[in-house]
Each structure stands twice: as structure tokens, then as C-alpha cells.
């Protein structure tokens, strides 16, 4: 099994402050992905990577940076956390089973902006 | 653009009853099918996939089967118990494409004793 991890798991920040949320995969899956939940929304998708130092937006990517200078490691990075970004926020690698690119997520990073 | 519809929840069922969960997508390509389902507290994690038209994907009693001429891959499980309250996302990712997923919106399934 893909082994990804997140952390921190929970972080209570104040608007204006910058937050980073790293994501860490065992494996070297070329495809990763952040992904916020919001009730309402389902999963929306920030950003994500094709490789090294390869991103590209998603569909809610205003406000959010990536990078990714490591195989393993996605970083995604509020530069001044608003009130509108407290979300739980997954990562995924993709893996290729099949011939389908299947998606395994982390536990998520539960982020509450003050 | 590729598109993903689930049904509304909640869906409330009482345990050991039928359930269906429908999906339909749009799609440009020839997609492959997803579900996925997310326990409380847990990220999402793969419960089942098909990746041609007519193909059945199924698991933990789940079955859900290709149909490329409605546009559909509905979810179904004969007896429901409580441990499959969870959220069921539908989704498609397309074959040597962009490698980007789209999800539907979630159906929550609530399952009473």
C-alpha cells in the first residue's frame, strides 16, 4: 500500500499568519494532489504536481502556493491565512491500478483560521 | 468539460435494507469509474473501480457496473449494516488524460440498527 502522510493534523492559526501544510508520500507516485472539503462543496482541488518542481492550479487555487522540490514531499503553503480557508485539507498521490489512476488520501490536516 | 452528478443525501436506511446511490457523468473521453468512500474522521479511500463500459467493479458487498449507454455507475449493496454509514463519492478519471479526478459531490448514508 501507497503510504502518504500529513501533518500537522490540526492547526488553529490567526487570519494574516502563514501556514504550511506538508504532505509525505513513501513511494516515488509522480502524481500528487491537495484537495480542500467544505460541507456543501465536496472535495475541490487546489493544486497539484506532475513531478519535481512540476505544479499547476486547480479550481480554488487563489490564496494557496505550492512546491514540490522532493519526489515525496507536496508542500501547500497559505501565504496570509483568511478566515475562508479554514477547510480539512487532503492530500492524494495518484497511483496507476489498472490502467486508472487511482487517488489514496491521507488522514487530512484540519486548519481553523481565527 | 467532464462532469460528475450523485444523488442527495442524507440517505437514511434501516440496516440489512437495499441501497442504491446513483451516479451519472459527462464525460469527453473514455473515462474510468470510481467509488470512493469516507469513514468519519478518515479521507476518502477506494472502494471500487470499472475502467471499460459493461465492466462490474465490487467490494465489502458494494457492486456498481459500467454503463457507458446511460452514462451511469450506480452504487448498490443488497443488506446495509451500520459500519457503511459513511460518505460515497462517485468520480471518473480519464484514460491517459490529464491524470486530474472529478469528484462528484458526496452522498452521506446514515444506516439505523
Known amino acids: 500500500d501507497a503510504g502518504i502522510t500529513q501533518s500537522p493534523r490540526h492547526k488553529v492559526t490567526e487570519t494574516g499568519t502563514p501556514v504550511t501544510l506538508r504532505c509525505h508520500q513513501t513511494?516515488?507516485?509522480?502524481?500528487m494532489y491537495w484537495y480542500r472539503q467544505d460541507p456543501g462543496h465536496g472535495l475541490r482541488l487546489i493544486h497539484y504536481?506532475?513531478?519535481?518542481?512540476?505544479?499547476d492550479k486547480g479550481e480554488v487555487s487563489d490564496g494557496y502556493s505550492v512546491s514540490r522540490s522532493k519526489t515525496e514531499d507536496f508542500l501547500l503553503t497559505l501565504e496570509s491565512a483568511t478566515s475562508s480557508q479554514t477547510s480539512v485539507y487532503f492530500c492524494?498521490?495518484?497511483?496507476?491500478?489498472?490502467?486508472?489512476?487511482?487517488?489514496?488520501f491521507g488522514a487530512g490536516s484540519r486548519l481553523t483560521v481565527l | 468539460g467532464n462532469s460528475v452528478t450523485q444523488m442527495e443525501g442524507p440517505v437514511t436506511l434501516s440496516e440489512e435494507a437495499f441501497l442504491t446511490i446513483n451516479c451519472t457523468y459527462t464525460a469527453t473521453g473514455y473515462p474510468s469509474l470510481f467509488w470512493y468512500v469516507q469513514y468519519p474522521g478518515e479521507g476518502l479511500q477506494l472502494l471500487l473501480k470499472a475502467t471499460k463500459a459493461d465492466d462490474k467493479g465490487s467490494n465489502k458487498g458494494f457492486e456498481a457496473t459500467y454503463r457507458k449507454e446511460t452514462t451511469s455507475f450506480h452504487l448498490e449493496k443488497g443488506s446495509v449494516q451500520v459500519s457503511d454509514s459513511a460518505v460515497y463519492f462517485c468520480?471518473?478519471?480519464?484514460?491517459?488524460?490529464?491524470?486530474?479526478?472529478?469528484f462528484g459531490r458526496g452522498t452521506s448514508l446514515i444506516v439505523h440498527p
Open positions: 504536481s506532475y513531478g519535481v518542481k512540476d505544479t
Open positions: 468520480a471518473l478519471s480519464e484514460s491517459g488524460g490529464s491524470y486530474i479526478p472529478t
Open positions: 492524494a498521490i495518484g497511483t496507476d491500478g489498472s490502467g486508472a489512476n487511482v487517488l489514496t
Open positions: 513511494e516515488n507516485h509522480r502524481y
